[in-house]
């Protein structure tokens, strides 16, 4: 019986497709990615971009959705796709500079962030990643001011006091980087104490022993 209602199923589901419009696809795609139901989303994602090749939101949900899969190269592909679209699409440019953080291309993802923030200057996630990828090639001033932009954007951003006491202790200003993990424990950031245990603390103790 399982042999006859397996293609009787796919049957029904191409109708199903067919019956839809690229944009409804779409939006199908966004509700299954949401879910975490990640092959059907890209299963209604491709079928939106097969219906129109001109649909930026598709490849840019598609791309999205192959990161789930871990395929960097197709997912970078997608993100191509939906800026060649669309160059104002101020979250590709922030997706693909991510995928490039992910590959150690910090040089790239930068400039991909910077198009971001080019677009969208108060985008604070940008401003994160970006501040990650120079501590990656050590620009640390450059990387605590990102950091410091944040927290003129929320003041709350526990991330932002978090990675900006790391990088004021990386780049030798210990006693800036250690208020900046308290405040960041302050705000609910726990494992932030575990850092001024191991990196402040002992510091303090040999400078005044």
Do not use: W
């Amino acid at each position: 019986m399982k042999y006859i209602i397996l293609p009787i199923l796919i049957a029904f589901s191409i109708n199903a497709f067919a019956q839809k419009s690229s944009e409804q696809l779409v939006a199908d795609g966004k509700n299954f990615l949401e879910a975490k139901e990640f092959k059907l989303a890209l299963l209604n994602f491709t079928q939106a971009v097969e219906k129109d090749k001109n649909n930026e939101l598709a490849y840019f949900y598609r791309g999205i959705t192959k990161k789930e899969f871990d395929d960097k190269h197709g997912a970078m592909k997608d993100f191509n796709m939906a800026l060649d679209l669309d160059e104002t699409m101020v979250s590709a440019y922030f997706y693909r500079g991510s995928i490039k953080y992910d590959l150690q291309d910090y040089y790239g993802a930068i400039s991909d962030y910077n198009k971001a923030l080019e677009l969208d200057g108060s985008y604070t996630d940008a401003l994160y990643k970006r501040g990650m990828a120079k501590q990656q090639l050590e620009a640390y001033s450059d990387a605590i001011n990102d950091c410091t932009e944040i927290i003129k954007i929320n003041p709350k951003s526990v991330d932002a006091y978090y990675l900006r006491g790391i990088l004021r202790i990386e780049h030798g200003q210990l006693e800036e980087g250690c208020l900046d993990l308290s405040k960041a424990g302050e705000l609910g950031d726990i494992s932030a104490y575990d850092v001024i245990r191991e990196k402040c603390n002992q510091r303090c103790l040999t400078v005044n022993p």
